[in-house]
């Protein structure tokens, strides 16, 4: 597998073609943003391919020729011209390609995976704890995003979310690799866990707001309590950090079952990691070539959930988005906009495309989505219903809301019933 932590290496690659992972795998993500074609998940390339033979890869099909047959073409990026009332934002991780995604003209990022900075810079935050120089973390995190932030106005920066299998090559890197690191230490219980790493990336995000005036908001990844949430902000305020929005990653199904509690917490934001919500709520290992077939960001499963979050934040004034890879798929991204989403993240090689269908959806459906919708007022039919859906009293309730005293519009917000 070609990891993420191997990203100076990528950048020399005319290619890459790797026996395992899925499209949503960050190896795929990676080598997008710098634009190299990548075909993942072939299974049998390192024992079909040969030292030194000459093959063509197209990163589009995912077909791969012996020999030369074409030549070498970048996918060059576009400049977005549509206007649209759903923001487009780009997804940018690495600094060294914030200049490329930059070339669309947009100006607000969507989610900054700041594992990318770590992964040029070559070691793992545990080094920085081991050795007793956390400041030199905070400054590499400093720098990276200071050099992202030169290209754009505002950009949601998500705190690091870092695998054991993926970022192993690091040095200073765990040795052991989990038994099942999807479900393992990394996101946010890592960081609440290793706070001194938590708070040197909070602050590095505040010099970025000193030095550079952007505007900036902290996205929490893996989240599944809201009282990961209240940490993160009391660390912000431990920080005097409050030129900043703060956010959650959706991309557990906690997240969805609670997202009144965090709304009612208080927070600016929600963005949708579908690559990993999909992966929770279908249990299909995102990573895995072989259940690949079975990964499908489009499942009604998925769709309700997402369409639950968004119907409950628009209630609540919190601005939803999504960054998981399926934003940049055309039938997410009319899904979404059907739905009022705020904002839709994409890889700068189809901003051009994508916010040219928003464009077209939104004409095509007018102004009635942006608003809430009461329940009463926006009836079924517009949604994908999950084939055999459960009868709407056997619909799971949270902790028995009404009981607890909770007005009725809360209990319904809390059921995943939204039909
Ligand atoms: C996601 O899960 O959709 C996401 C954007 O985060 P990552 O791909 O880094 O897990
Ligand atoms: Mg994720």
């Known amino acids: 597998m070609t990891n993420p932590d191997m990203v100076v290496s990528m950048q020399k690659c005319a290619a890459i073609v790797t026996d395992e992972g899925g499209i949503t795998a960050h190896a795929a993500i990676v080598s997008r943003e710098m634009g190299i074609p990548a075909v993942v998940g072939t299974r049998l390339a390192t024992t079909k391919l040969k030292e030194g033979e000459v093959i063509t890869v197209d990163g589009s099909t995912g077909q791969i020729y012996k020999g030369k047959v074409a030549e070498t073409q970048k996918k060059e990026i576009l400049p977005v011209s549509a206007k649209t009332k759903t923001k487009i934002k780009v997804i940018v991780d690495l600094p060294s390609f914030a200049e490329r995604a930059s070339r669309t003209g947009i100006k607000q990022i969507g989610l900054t995976r700041i594992e990318g900075i770590i992964a040029e810079s070559g070691k793992h935050p545990n080094y920085f704890l081991e050795k007793g120089n956390i400041d030199d973390y905070e400054e590499i995190i400093f720098k990276g995003i200071n050099g992202i932030a030169k290209f754009f106005d505002e950009m949601w920066i998500r705190t690091s979310d870092i695998r054991s299998d993926e970022f192993k090559n690091l040095e200073g890197a765990p040795k052991k690799v989990e038994v099942n690191p999807m479900l393992g230490l990394h996101g946010i219980r890592y960081g609440l866990k290793n706070p001194k790493i938590l708070k040197a990336e909070l ?130 991204a009319r899904f979404l906009v059907e739905r009022g989403i705020d904002s839709i993240s994409v890889n700068a090689d189809v901003a051009k495309e994508i916010s040219d269908y928003v464009a077209e959806v939104e004409k095509e459906i007018g102004e009635a989505v942006r608003e809430y919708q009461p329940k009463e007022e926006k009836d079924t039919e517009d949604f994908v219903k999950p084939q055999n859906a459960i009868p709407e009293e056997e619909t799971p309730k949270i902790n028995g809301s009404e009981e607890n005293g909770e007005d009725k519009e809360s209990s319904e917000d809390k059921s995943l019933d939204i039909f």
């Not at 920080?239 to 997202?259: D, H, Y």
């Open 203 to 332: 602050k590095a995000l505040k010099r970025v707001v000193e030095k550079s005036g952007k505007k900036i908001g902290v996205m929490m990844p893996q989240i599944i309590s809201v009282s990961e949430l209240q940490k993160v902000k009391e660390f912000l305020k431990e920080i005097n950090f409050s030129e900043v929005k703060t956010g959650i990653m959706v991309e557990t199904p906690a997240a969805v079952q609670l997202i009144k509690d965090f709304c009612n917490e208080g927070m600016d934001f929600i963005s949708f990691g579908t690559n990993d919500l999909t992966q929770y709520i279908l249990a299909v290992d995102r990573g895995n070539e072989k259940v690949q077939d079975l990964y499908n960001e489009m499942h009604p499963a998925v769709l309700h959930q997402l369409e639950f979050v968004i119907r409950v934040c628009k209630r609540n004034n919190v601005e939803t988005s999504i960054c998981g890879q399926a934003g940049s798929r055309k039938e997410m």
